[in-house]
């Protein structure tokens, strides 16, 4: 089965830093992955997608992530944080049928 | 494109009592949609597949006869918690598939926040 580990449940950067949030998946066939943000009491937005092609993925708001398959790793990173960040950061992979299977989640705080 | 929306954004109900949730695709149609639900400062786990025209696929732990599925068209699902209880208080998210490629995105509602009292 398929498996998705998020690193950190709380991670605190200052606005203008690094942003960089780590996720690792198990999966015994060619992964999708994805990484979604969620503000609070409202729904998720994608960020940003890896399906085949490409592995160092651009998304939206400067998001970016790199796919690792010999690390099983789809790390997000941002070279720049802005307050405007500071949400819930949720890393998910497919499962057979459209299934998405979710990490544990990574608050991410944005220190003025 | 690729929209959907949920109604109730919220709802409060006493203990014993059934509440319908709704999820639709506004600019799409959706053969499958999926449920969620997320407990505060949690991660979404997923509760069942809606299967449009057929039974939904229910996740291993969630009570088929509690929380009903019903996805009555192409573009609306319906979840029905029955018998609220308190333990059922959270928040549900709805999620359907759509894309022009060979691969499906979900595109997710709001979401709709339960308080069972």
């Not at chain 1, 830093?17 to 969620?38: D, E, H, I, M, T």
Request: glycine share 8%; aromatic share 12%; proline share 4%.
């Amino acid at each position: 089965a398929q498996s998705v580990t998020q690193l950190g449940s709380h991670v605190s950067v200052s606005e203008g830093a690094l942003v960089l949030l780590r996720c690792n998946y198990s999966s015994s066939v060619p992964p999708y992955l994805f990484w979604y943000v969620q503000y609070p009491n409202q729904g998720l937005q994608l960020l940003l997608k890896y399906t085949t092609g490409a592995t160092l993925v651009k998304g939206i708001n400067g998001f970016e992530a790199e796919f690792k398959k010999s690390e099983t790793s789809f790390h997000l990173t941002k070279p720049s944080a802005h307050m405007s960040d500071a949400a819930e950061y949720f890393c998910a992979v497919t499962e057979g049928g459209g299934k998405l299977i979710f990490g544990q989640g990574t608050e991410l705080s944005v220190k003025p | 494109g690729a929209v959907v929306s949920q109604h109730p954004s919220w709802v409060i109900c006493k203990s014993g009592t059934s509440v319908k949730i709704e999820c639709r695709s506004l600019d799409f149609q959706a053969t499958t949609m999926f449920w969620y639900r997320q407990f505060p400062k949690q991660s979404l786990m997923l509760m069942a597949t809606s299967n449009e025209g057929s039974k939904a696929t229910y996740e291993q732990g969630v009570e088929k006869d509690k929380f009903l599925i019903n996805h009555a068209s192409l573009t609306l699902s319906t979840l029905t918690v029955t018998s609220a209880h308190p333990e059922d208080s959270s928040f549900y998210i709805c999620s359907a598939p759509w894309g022009r490629d060979s691969y499906n995105e979900q595109f997710f509602g709001p979401g709709t926040r339960l308080t069972v009292l």
